[in-house]
């Protein structure tokens, strides 16, 4: 009995220790975010509680599975996203409705972090084959760069239908790369069916009741397709040879022998997929529609694919048809790797990280202020492993201020809080919303005003900045002043007006020297470029000497290309050689790899080691890996002057209009348009290159690049050359839409005038013989030689022959007796059926034909409408004499024929069927003469 006492003892015993367990359960903590347009709700939890999260349309749900309360970490901003959260009386339910409508939601679970991620994703919009809503971009494995390329046109050649057949139910597209094996990815996004290839070719399909919107996105290394799905959510694919197949179907692929099994780390970052990757490439697209990256692996063996759907916070590793398919929010939040064996996802968010920081103890290690030099927060927070709850804490405590005094010291703190973290942007935000909300007490701190411009020019936010430097400066004391100075200098370095000095080391044992990393290594450099530019080379040696020690990466690298830029500027090529071929090595520093294989080809180009085409074909290279600031700025700049220096108009021409459209804010692009339009006026002007090009090059050039052709009597003149070619290659819309607009708005006298005679010949050849007419008669004048007034009569003529005027065409021609106007004449009698005028005017030229040279397509025309008319007046004597004086024989056997025809035939016959048998029409060939003299 005393021992089943005892037992009874120790259980409650336990049941009390475990209850008191219960009860000292960490309260969740609940924390919004918004994150390139996902809103995401977290609620961080202590390893033993289990959490599930779910939600009905606005009305989010958790479930706790151990009793505890709750606390909000942002409760301002949760307030703009959610109703206040609510705990049901066992404390194992929180409940709240968010603000917003969302249309897709997803959760994700971790072991101290669970997250309900929600994206108001846009309607589905139905894409046309002309204007796809996507751009593409594939990245090679060593390539770094971020930035998508421009968007190329496809190339219309090596084109295909996509194979298609209905069996039993199952739509079953085959693709044909002929000798190429290329890699396959497919999968679904909503109703859209996505099909790469890691080859390029051109493919056509036509639209079916299921298969609809069928696009092709713009690649010259990938195939890249899309089309709607109607009906049907399964497919599978297969090989034939090397024909693929995709076959869509109403029936689950049921094959799980190829599926991959992602695995996710413990920490909830990185998930792994074992695979054979040793000959895959990533192909990323940026797709508008959803607003998001998709970053896949194609696989020559069919049916490998990723089946379960896994979710993280930026990234989504989604259900695939074949390959293997990331979508990401954005790609600087997410790393992709590859071996031989496997594929490594990692995100680099730190919302995923936050769980290893979180504990119960909210104390933070916050160090009072002290004077230390310098009017920026350097040293405050030291060794602050607890980032979120400190920040948490700093935001709950402006949250709770009473007063305006208490409200902006508060966020000054947090400013400087995200300043010391290097999370300028985070700094700037708190400083702006203390500056918007309590602007009394802003005005009078000098630190908080100066921390704003500090954080405005390490965003990028120049201007700004310098506006407040400039206020400071006027009013504070000379203590305060060098700072102040040195930041102001380091602005205008930045924005490119390169000051005498930035007072680096002026300063350096006041207050830089209490500048971490991030501040102090880029005002080091900044000086160093300076003292180089204007041949301070002892300062440089100075500085070298007094420096910190650099930390290994990109700043030992910086200072290791700076001094190669030193040993140029003493004449030192050798070393300066070897410091820049092991800096152009180092391929986990892009920026440094890049500027430094930029001064190695300029310094081998100068030393004549490498031509110019190979200088630019490893400049070509270095564009896919650096984008988007100064260095692109200047690598591109030296491309473009090598194009133009061996002689490539078209690329040189195309890499300053880059430059000009992607960097519209540098100072030197007057610089740039002053190249381009030499390059310009050179290729089009008399005497330039344009007459080596074929005309659709010239038109392309001219059209692509129209708007530096100069104003006045040189553009007019670029003007009328395209317009000819545009005639030459029969774009004859395109050629009577300049001219009209040079002949109505630009051109006078004679120009005009002949200018007006070659838009006549457009109209002409256009079929638009009334407009012809009516632009011939606008511009008739007195004052022009006698000689263009008959050939402007002439094609008045022609265009009244169009038009059935028959007898007023020869009333235009009547005084005009050269070969070109009896051309006109005989046509416009023989239209007229003036029988007897035609004989009058045709048959002593007929009769001047010697017999044994009726080659000519004008003589057989002329005597077959002289036998025609000698017909229709029944003038046989005529006719039969006209054919024995010819003596037609078998080399005119077609005409011996028809004429024969005549003579012998007693029924009625079409005259103008029989005219148009020989397919010969002299005043076609007339006008045709007239347009080849516009390009001689």
């Known amino acids: 009995m005393t021992r089943f006492k005892n037992t009874i003892l120790l259980f409650l015993l336990l049941l009390m220790h475990t209850n008191v367990a219960i009860a000292i359960e960490a309260p969740i903590k609940i924390e919004v975010k918004t994150f390139d347009g996902n809103t995401i709700f977290i609620f961080y939890h202590g390893r033993e509680q289990q959490l599930k999260v779910a939600a009905n349309g606005n009305n989010v749900s958790v479930t706790m599975s151990i009793p505890t309360g709750f606390e909000l970490l942002n409760p301002g901003d949760f307030s703009g996203f959610a109703t206040t959260p609510q705990l049901s009386k066992d404390q194992k339910l929180i409940t709240f409705s968010t603000k917003a409508e969302f249309k897709s939601q997803s959760i994700i679970n971790g072991e101290k972090l669970t997250a309900i991620k929600f994206r108001a994703e846009p309607e589905e919009q139905e894409l046309q084959t002309s204007a796809p809503a996507v751009d593409q971009k594939t990245i090679d494995d060593s390539s770094n760069s971020k930035t998508p390329e421009p968007k190329s046109e496809i190339k219309q050649e090596n084109k295909d239908n996509i194979g298609y057949k209905l069996i039993k139910g199952e739509h079953i597209l085959t693709f044909d790369f002929g000798e190429q094996n290329p890699g396959m990815a497919a999968f679904f996004r909503g109703k859209y069916l996505w099909i790469v290839f890691d080859q390029p070719k051109i493919f056509t399909f036509i639209n079916n009741s299921v298969l609809t919107n069928f696009t092709q996105i713009a690649s010259d290394t990938n195939t890249i397709l899309k089309m709607k799905v109607n009906g049907y959510k399964n497919a599978r694919v297969t090989k034939t040879g090397k024909l693929w197949n995709i076959i869509i179907s109403q029936v689950e692929n049921k094959d799980k022998k190829l599926v991959l099994t992602p695995q996710v780390a413990e920490n909830q970052d990185e998930l792994t997929i074992t695979g054979d990757f040793e000959n895959s490439r990533f192909i990323e697209i940026n797709d508008k529609v959803v607003g998001d990256i998709i970053k896949l692996i194609t696989f020559k063996t069919p049916s490998i694919r990723v089946e379960q759907l896994k979710e993280f916070i930026d990234f989504n590793l989604i259900p695939s048809i074949q390959g293997c398919v990331t979508a990401i929010s954005s790609d600087e939040s997410v790393e992709f790797s590859k071996d031989k064996n496997s594929l490594h996802i990692i995100s680099k968010s730190d919302f995923l990280n936050t769980n290893q920081n979180n504990s119960n103890d909210n104390t933070s290690k916050i160090l009072l202020s002290t004077d230390q030099g310098s009017l920026l927060p350097v040293g405050h927070w030291v060794d602050d492993k607890k980032f979120i709850d400190t920040r948490s804490q700093l935001i709950s405590e402006a949250g709770l201020a009473d007063n305006k005094t208490v409200l902006f010291s508060k966020r000054l703190e947090l400013a400087k809080f995200f300043f010391e973290h290097g999370l300028y942007k985070e700094s700037l935000s708190a400083l702006v919303l203390a500056q918007k909300t309590t602007n009394d007490e802003y005005k009078v701190d000098l630190k908080s005003q100066f921390l704003t411009a500090v954080d405005y020019t390490l965003v990028g936010v120049l201007d700004e900045a310098a506006k407040i430097y400039t206020s400071l400066l006027a009013i504070v004391d000379q203590s305060n002043a060098d700072e102040i100075n040195l930041w102001n200098n380091y602005n205008a370095f930045l924005f490119g007006k390169n000051p005498n000095k930035i007072g680096f080391l ?238 109505s708005y630009r051109l006078t006298g004679e120009k005009r005038i002949i200018n007006a005679d070659h ?32 050939y402007r009569l002439r094609l008045k003529a022609k265009a009244l022959i169009d038009t059935n005027q028959y007898l007023e065409a020869l009333d235009v021609l009547a005084e005009d007796d050269s070969k070109d106007a009896q051309i006109l004449k005989k046509e416009s009698l023989f239209q007229a059926e003036k029988w007897k005028e035609y004989i009058d005017l045709v048959a002593p030229i007929v009769n001047n034909i010697a017999k044994d040279k009726i080659n000519d397509g004008a003589m057989i025309q002329d005597i077959l409408r002289l036998a025609i008319a000698y017909y229709m007046i029944n003038d046989q004597p005529a006719l039969a004499a006209l054919v024995q004086s010819l003596n037609l024989n078998s080399e005119n056997e077609m005409l011996k024929n028809t004429v024969d025809l005549l003579l012998t035939t007693g029924k009625p016959i079409d005259y103008k069927n029989l005219d148009q048998s020989l397919d010969i029409n002299q005043v076609q060939i007339l006008l045709e003469k007239y347009k080849n003299q516009l390009f001689s």
């Open 506 to 743: 002026s300063n350096l044992d006041k207050f830089v020297n209490l500048y971490p990393d991030d501040l102090y290594w880029p005002l080091a450099f900044s000086e160093i470029d300076l003292c180089l530019l204007s041949n301070d080379l002892k300062t440089v040696e100075s500085m070298f000497k007094i420096l910190r020690s650099a930390p290994l990466g990109k700043y030992t690298n910086s200072l290791q290309f700076y001094k190669a830029s030193y040993y140029r500027k003493k004449k030192q090529l050798n070393l300066t050689q070897q410091f820049l071929t092991d800096l152009a090595q180092k391929e986990d520093d892009p920026f440094n790899q890049v500027r430094a294989e930029m001064e190695l080809v300029k310094l081998q180009v100068s030393k004549k080691e490498i031509s110019l085409a190979e200088a630019t074909k490893r400049l070509e290279a270095l564009r896919f890996l650096w984008r988007g600031d100064t260095l692109e700025y200047d690598l591109l700049l030296l491309l473009a002057g090598y194009y133009r220096d061996q002689n490539d108009s078209m690329n040189a021409l195309r890499t300053y209009m880059y430059i000009s459209n992607a960097f519209n804010n540098q100072l030197s692009n007057f610089y740039i348009t002053s190249e381009m339009v030499k390059i310009f006026n050179g290729i089009f002007l008399p005497g330039g290159t344009v007459e080596k090009m074929s005309p659709f090059e010239a038109v392309s050039l001219f059209n692509e690049f129209k708007e530096l052709n100069p104003i006045g009597v040189q553009g007019d003149e670029i003007i009328l050359l395209i317009a000819r070619k545009l005639m030459e290659l029969d774009l004859l819309d395109q050629a009577v839409e300049l001219l009209k607009h040079q002949v």
């Open 759 to 790: 838009l006549a010949i457009a109209l002409l050849m256009d079929k638009k013989p009334l407009e012809a007419i009516k632009v011939l008669d606008e511009t008739d004048k007195d004052n022009f030689k006698f000689d263009e007034h008959k």
